[in-house]
């Protein structure tokens, strides 16, 4: 998001700004605001000015900020051991990857990989959906095979390293890296025939592609502007995949631990059709701020195609951040924050409508996990405008603001977040 409005920057933040831009790479373009501290939903900079926050770190602080289950598991955890190496286990790795196949309702036999994101719980799956794709038979070159598929969703986001890439659609952020990965297609997110067209691609010899190895989607298209792919197009993926004995990955980085209102968005039936999946992602919430990513694989015969060496990294399943982890699962259970982020999220999305103001469209989203579609494409003014009176909200689409707050958020902070919306003016700037 460009800055607007720089000269109403206080000094503190006008010079850490000019710091930071002497010393970053620009990938993230100029900082909004520095920030200092924050406390629930609310943030501060270092002026001192205060911000309701409805991006939560973009899907990430589910406990908002300084939770204090949060903060103490966290600081007990690193009066202990904060690293040791995956030569060696630790007592919060092993339960938060119990409670996590639990949450899931993952089948007896499921298995857990932990990395540091979301781009790397993408990568141990797109590795596992390799090696599975190995053991079909249209694969074998010596009966006239070849290399299996894998099949992504146009509008997909899976994140920024080379593998997760090679399944990202948007092409401007794609296109200046190829070549990725091979073996790796687009295919229209929605179109059902797209996907069975895709699927019969598949032959022998000199006659068409290898078999499918993987579909990988998200089910609410995060990154894309918060659209939901549909439960009817959902189950119909899920049926051709078991059809051509192909695996279904779901992408839960941004849909996942609680933001639709559900542990795991495909546990929502008006998301997923009932469809259960062979691998799920996850990352973004699951530690409550903390850098945590990973894979459920559904099942031990999916889970046991990773040996000793398949896979790894340094910090994976870290004891920090699996601490911070299982805090974060059991406030969301002790604080009935799946209920909650599916009322505020109605609260939400119905009371912009109601505002009356006719930049506001329609609402879309599940949960804690919403988008308001504008009349014009003018979300970067709208959301600058909205920080300049001290809310944060997400430009996610030019013609679309994306919500995904805290899952602590009040029934007041919802009503604070349309009082000041609603006040938006019809005329901003269009991107
Ligand atoms: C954010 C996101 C990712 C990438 O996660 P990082 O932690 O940024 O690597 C992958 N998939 C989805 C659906 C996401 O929203």
């Known amino acids: 998001m460009a800055i607007t409005a720089t000269e ?3 000094p503190q933040d006008s010079k850490w700004i000019g710091e930071y831009r002497d ?3 620009n990938v993230f373009g100029t900082p909004l605001r520095v920030m200092d501290h924050g406390k629930g939903a609310h943030i501060w900079d270092v002026d001192g000015n205060e911000y309701l926050d409805f991006l939560g770190g973009i899907a990430v602080n589910a406990l908002g900020y300084a939770h204090p289950a949060w903060v103490k598991a966290v600081s007990e955890q690193a009066a202990k051991v904060a690293h040791t190496s995956n030569y060696f286990a630790t007592q919060p790795q092993i339960e938060l990857a119990a409670e996590l196949v639990k949450l899931a309702g993952a089948p007896e036999g499921s298995h857990v990989y932990f990395g540091n994101s979301g781009a790397e719980g993408n990568e141990a799956a797109l590795k596992l959906a390799k090696l599975y794709g190995r053991t079909l038979h249209g694969a074998l070159p010596d009966l006239g095979g070849k290399p299996a598929r894998i099949l992504a969703l146009t509008h997909g986001f899976h994140g920024r390293t080379l593998g997760a890439l090679s399944a990202t659609w ?8 190829e ?12 179109n059902i025939q797209a996907m069975r067209d ?3 691609a598949t032959g022998k010899g000199e006659y068409g592609k290898g078999p499918v190895a993987a579909v990988i989607m998200e089910l ?3 990154e894309a502007g918060v ?3 549909g439960a009817d197009y959902v189950r119909q993926v899920r049926e051709l995949t078991r059809k051509h004995n192909a695996l279904l990955i779901i992408d839960e980085v941004q849909t996942g631990i609680g933001r639709t209102g559900k542990w795991f968005a495909f546990q929502r039936e008006d998301l997923s059709g009932g469809i259960v999946p062979d691998a799920v992602t996850f990352a973004k919430g699951v530690a409550g701020g903390f850098p945590m990513g990973g894979l459920i694989a559904f099942g031990s015969k999916l889970s046991g195609l990773f040996t000793p060496g398949s896979h790894g990294s340094t910090f994976a399943g870290n004891p920090l951040g699996a601490a911070a982890a299982l805090a974060t699962l059991k406030t969301i259970q002790d604080e009935n924050l799946l209920q909650n982020a599916e009322q505020r999220g109605e609260q939400l999305r119905e009371g912009l409508l109601k505002t009356g103001n006719p930049l506001y469209v329609s609402t879309r989203g599940r949960g804690l996990l919403d988008a308001v579609e504008l009349a014009h494409p003018c979300s970067h003014a709208l959301a600058n405008w909205a920080l300049e009176r001290g809310l944060i909200v997400n430009a996610v689409a030019p013609d679309a603001l994306r919500f995904a707050p805290p899952l602590i958020v009040t029934e007041q902070d919802v009503d604070q977040l349309i009082a000041v919306l609603a006040q938006a003016p019809t005329d901003l700037k269009n991107d």
Do not use: D
């Open 8 to 10: 109403q920057l206080g």
């Open 170 to 177: 948007k092409p401007v952020i794609r296109k200046p890296f």
């Open 227 to 229: 659209r939901p792919l």
């Open 23 to 25: 010393v970053h790479m």
């Open 198 to 200: 895709a699927f019969a």
């Open 220 to 222: 609410i298209q995060g």
């Open 179 to 190: 070549p990725l990965v091979p073996g790796i297609e687009f295919v229209e997110a929605g």
